[in-house]
């Protein structure tokens, strides 16, 4: 009898990865290849939804080879993706009637704009726990409808579907029987109750988006389907588990109990506090979203969201060659001796939380004539740490919680100067686990409990242990210059 495992699909902004993980949670192998991103006008951003389903075809059997793995022995499959992300398909055809539009892009903002002109603003906020953004899937989906042409008479044919991209993935690997999604990412778009769990009815007449379109939503750990001529992979595996990426975060980082919180640094930055059952609207520019509990089941937590993370290194190293490599971008940041002014706002697709600036753009502040690259690299690796204590900031006022500890994962903790001046400006300890790709982690939790490997999240979160604690060491004096040059170059965008 071969070696079981668990397989865990991470949809990423920028590339795809597929990994194979042992019943304890325990990385086998992976897999990773990146997409094309499409930039058809400024602010816009789009992807090939073909090409992320062609990219999986292909990590599957080779997340599978490089662990020398049975497909046989695949237990089930979990789900991570990113979340507001939108594709709408021919469900006759299988194809996509118009490329994903990604999370990131910013074309809806006159939509937004003339929701909050008509007053709608609030009715959103209560129903979904979401301000109106051009960020969430619901102004992108109405924005295809009413641009692509024959969408509509698609749906009204009964033709069309809606899915972010957790669900494209799922009815690919199903063959095009499963047309669903879980709670995580149903609260993303704009258009679901996360009061009563539902597709929210007068929201979608607001949108103008008809309820057939849309996925079924069920717990993140459920039965969503089983895989039908899929390469390198048998028939009927179980689709176990589904969750947007930050919550698949939370799951992984065992912050499934209520004052659990966790940062995952990526092309963005995401900050989530659970809330466990209370349900609580912000005063400070955070969302109320859904997470998961201990069994995979909903519950509420406080997010913030920073566009802009990591992306500030990748602009640095592609477009203004400052560096050769993002990982150089910690070499250089720890080069810099001298102190200055030096702020940098990358709000190259807007502000997030907790402004909520739509038509805020990037800029460098405090520059001198003697102010070199390796300066500016430093400033760009600070703006992520310093937007994220904005965050904290406003998660403590609005839940009047202390939070004491931070867990942090994604590919930009490796950085160590960040992770080290973040934990310097929120003054807090952050906790790095062994395996930060929490995402893809919690993916694989969630399947498992669908395929009784386990019965709760923390049975299995035991195995990861702490790797790397940064505890705070720079004195309140600096750390306040920090904030208060951070917070005067953002009030010059507002």
């Known amino acids: 009898m071969g070696k079981k495992f668990l397989i865990a699909i991470d949809l990423g902004t920028t590339g795809n990865r597929v990994f194979c993980f042992d019943e304890h949670g325990l990385p086998i192998s992976s897999s990773y290849a990146e997409f094309t991103q499409y930039f058809p006008k400024p602010g816009w951003v789009e992807h090939n939804a073909m090409e992320i389903w062609e990219s999986v075809a292909q990590l599957i059997p080779d997340a599978i080879a490089k662990g020398n793995l049975n497909p046989n022995d695949a237990i089930a499959i979990g789900i991570t993706n990113q979340r507001e992300t939108s594709v709408l398909w021919n469900e006759e055809t299988g194809k996509p009637i118009y490329n994903a539009i990604v999370w990131q892009c910013r074309r809806t903002t006159d939509i937004c704009n003339q929701l909050k002109e008509a007053g709608y603003e609030e009715l959103f906020r209560e129903k979904t726990g979401l301000v109106i953004d051009a960020y969430f899937s619901g102004t992108k989906v109405k924005w295809m409808l009413d641009n692509v042409r024959g969408a509509r008479d698609l749906a009204k044919s009964g033709k069309l579907l809606f899915g972010t991209i957790d669900t494209w993935i799922l009815w690919k690997l199903t063959g095009g029987k499963s047309h669903k999604t879980d709670y995580t990412n149903a609260s993303r778009t704009l258009m679901f109750n996360i009061k009563n769990k539902s597709w929210d009815l007068e929201l979608l007449e607001i949108l103008n988006v008809p309820r057939t379109i849309l996925p079924e939503v069920r717990e993140s750990a459920s039965y969503f389907g089983e895989t039908q001529g899929v390469p390198g992979l048998p028939d009927a595996i179980t689709i176990g588990g589904i969750a947007g990426d930050q919550q698949a975060a939370m799951v992984g980082q065992n912050c499934v109990f209520e004052g659990t919180s966790k940062n995952t640094y990526g092309t963005g930055c995401f900050m989530l506090l659970n809330m466990g059952n209370e349900w609580i609207l912000s005063k400070h520019g955070l969302v109320t979203t859904l997470t998961c509990d201990n069994k995979g089941q909903p519950v509420f937590a406080f997010e913030g969201s920073v566009f802009i993370g990591g992306a500030v290194v990748q602009w640095l190293r592609d477009y203004m060659k400052f560096i050769e490599k993002s990982s150089d971008a910690e070499k250089v940041s720890l080069s810099v001796n001298k102190e200055d002014e030096v702020v940098f706002v990358p709000a190259f697709v807007g502000l997030g939380a907790p402004y909520w600036k739509m038509d805020a753009r990037g800029a460098?502040?405090?520059?001198?004539?003697?102010?070199?690259?390796?300066?500016?690299?430093?400033?760009?690796?600070?703006?992520?740490?310093?937007?994220?204590?904005?965050?904290?900031?406003?998660?403590?006022?609005?839940?009047?919680?202390?939070?004491?500890?931070?867990?942090?994962?994604?590919?930009?903790?490796?950085?160590?100067?960040?992770?080290?001046?973040?934990?310097?400006?929120?003054?807090?300890?952050?906790?790095?686990?062994?395996?930060?790709?929490?995402?893809?982690?919690?993916?694989?939790?969630?399947?498992?409990?669908?395929?009784?490997?386990?019965?709760?999240?923390?049975?299995?979160?035991?195995?990861?242990?702490?790797?790397?604690?940064?505890?705070?060491?720079m004195n309140e004096t600096a750390r306040q210059r920090e904030i208060n040059l951070w917070k005067n170059a953002v009030r010059r965008l507002l």
């Open 364 to 473: 460098i502040f405090g520059l001198t004539r003697d102010t070199t690259p390796e300066q500016i690299v430093r400033a760009a690796v600070k703006s992520t740490a310093l937007q994220s204590y904005e965050l904290l900031e406003a998660m403590q006022s609005d839940s009047g919680k202390n939070i004491h500890e931070l867990r942090v994962d994604g590919g930009a903790t490796r950085d160590t100067y960040l992770m080290q001046y973040q934990s310097d400006i929120l003054g807090i300890p952050l906790l790095l686990p062994e395996i930060t790709e929490s995402t893809a982690l919690g993916a694989a939790y969630l399947a498992g409990i669908t395929g009784n490997v386990y019965n709760t999240i923390d049975e299995v979160a035991k195995f990861n242990k702490i790797a790397k604690r940064y505890n705070p060491s």
